[in-house]
């Protein structure tokens, strides 16, 4: 059974930084694909960003040059840093893993970025 665990998030005005964690119960990233995900109110969930396990990134247009992914292998966890941030990207955070087929999120984190 895979768990994720998310920290990070909080209130930040616009043009600030934050750095969201998605620490894993066991050795998963190095070899899966590594999402997250969005979900403001009232719209439906989407992809902000993916480290794929081979190291490259996708990162959707709206935060390319803004979110930044990175992985620590030894400590099971992947972090989504978030600067110059704009109230747009206020929402829920989640990580994801896909494993066998099967999805696992993160319990999701709050960020709101206040103009």
């Known amino acids: 059974q895979v768990q994720l665990v998310q920290a990070g998030g909080g209130l930040v005005q616009a043009g600030g930084s934050l750095r969201l964690s998605c620490t894993a119960s066991?050795?998963?990233?190095?070899?899966?694909?590594i999402g997250w995900y969005r979900q403001a109110p009232g719209q439906q969930r989407e992809l902000v960003a993916v480290?794929?396990?081979?190291?490259?990134?996708y990162y959707t247009d709206s935060v390319k040059g803004r979110f930044t992914l990175s992985r620590d292998n030894a400590k099971n966890t992947v972090y989504l840093q978030m600067n110059s941030l704009k109230p747009e990207d206020t929402g829920v955070y989640y990580c994801?893993?896909?494993?066998?087929?099967?999805?696992?999120w993160g319990q999701g984190t709050q960020v709101t970025v206040s103009s």
């Open positions: 994801h893993v896909l494993i066998d087929y099967r999805d696992y």
């Open positions: 066991g050795s998963i990233f190095s070899n899966n694909d």
């Open positions: 480290l794929y396990s081979g190291g490259h990134t």
